[in-house]
């Protein structure tokens, strides 16, 4: 994975173990520090976190990427779904398939790993 991939994971894995469940795309990019500094609309940002998703599904592993998602409404943004859930058509069948990968994420932290590669 890239350096920006491996930094969100990171932060992404101490967040869930930490019972924060959720992040926003803004505070996501806030915390990547000056190093990793992104916007949150960055597509530098999305590519990260699409190669997240695929590198956890390679692993067999819920989609970290779920935790993050849009201040309002508070899902992720478009691009999740085309990544995690490729066949999820409509918006019903976005959000659940979205809501069932959260869950997941959420009862599975003790599943991932403290890298992934």
């Given at each position: 994975m890239s350096p920006l991939a491996n930094e969100i994971y990171k932060h992404l894995i101490k967040r869930v173990r930490s019972n924060q469940p959720s992040i926003t795309y803004a505070e996501l990019a806030r915390s990547l520090g000056k190093k990793h500094a992104t916007h949150p609309r960055s597509p530098t940002l999305h590519a990260a976190l699409g190669e997240l998703t695929q590198a956890c599904r390679?692993?067999?592993?819920?989609?970290?990427?779920?935790?993050?998602?849009?201040?309002?409404?508070?899902r992720p943004g478009d691009g999740?779904?085309?990544?995690?859930?490729?066949?999820?058509?409509?918006?019903?069948?976005?959000?659940?398939?979205?809501?069932?990968?959260?869950a997941r994420v959420i009862s599975e932290v003790e599943r991932f790993p403290p890298a992934l590669s």
């Open positions: 390679h692993s067999d592993l819920p989609a970290l990427p779920a935790i993050v998602w849009r201040a309002s409404p508070r999740y779904y085309k990544v995690a859930h490729p066949r999820a058509h409509t918006e019903e069948a976005q959000l659940a398939a979205w809501e069932r990968e959260h």
